[in-house]
């Protein structure tokens, strides 16, 4: 069912480059997703966004799809209601994604938990792209985010399930850039290290829990002097979905604060 609630959404100055551009983004109620949804409304994007449970409030020109991404049912039902509302697609954002932190360690990550890990942070984008990829190809045009992690790169144990999906979600956005750029259609990743958010605020006290730290000093290891923000992941998704990026496919934008030591 689709649901459209106003609030007041920001303004941004000069032209509007993602004017009349159809967008489906996932797990855009809150956090990332929601900073997500209101940078490319602002910038003149058709935004449907999803997840479980609809919020209390959504920007003017939302429209909001209950949806789960963790079955094949319920992406194809997303898809579909995405589609009816927009008449067809030009940007997909993968955004949605949860894990639960297992203080004990890797070993006591339950067979289920895996498997919801897999379907939620990796699978739920993939089986999204297959519907809505196809359209893409055809208009001969598109551009697909998906927002992965970068517990992809140094998990800890009590996170190995979350780490695991994203890294297979990394290693298949390159693939199907790959295949898709000579139809038009370019696929980046967007890494995000530690950001603000309802969900990893949660998993990070968790985390400080087991390891017997603090949430400061979680913050503390990055360079910049802060833990991210929605909008600092909603700027690069934007960038990325823009003609300013046709010339990037295939990419995996980090942004961290400088806190992956990775080459």
Known sequence: MVQNKSSSTAVLDGPRELEGKRVVLTGGSRGIGAAIAERLLADGALVVTTARTAPAETPDGLEFVTGDVRTPRGIQAIADAAIEHLGGVDV??????????????????????????????????????????????????????????????????????????????IAYSKGLATELAPHGVRVNTITPGHVASPGADEVREGLATAFGITVSDIHATVPIGRIGRGDDIAEAVAYLVSDRAAYVAGANLVVDGGEQRRP
Request: proline letters at 6%.
């Open 92 to 169: 997909v954002v993968n955004n949605a994604g949860a894990a639960r932190a297992y203080p004990a360690g890797s070993l006591a990550i339950e067979p289920d938990e895996w498997q919801d890990a897999l379907d939620v942070n990796f699978l739920a984008a993939v089986r999204l792209n297959a519907a809505l990829a196809p359209r893409m190809i055809e208009q001969g045009s598109g551009a697909i985010v998906n927002i992965a992690s970068s517990a992809a790169f140094d998990v800890p144990g009590p996170m190995l399930h979350y780490g695991a999906a994203k890294a297979a979600l």
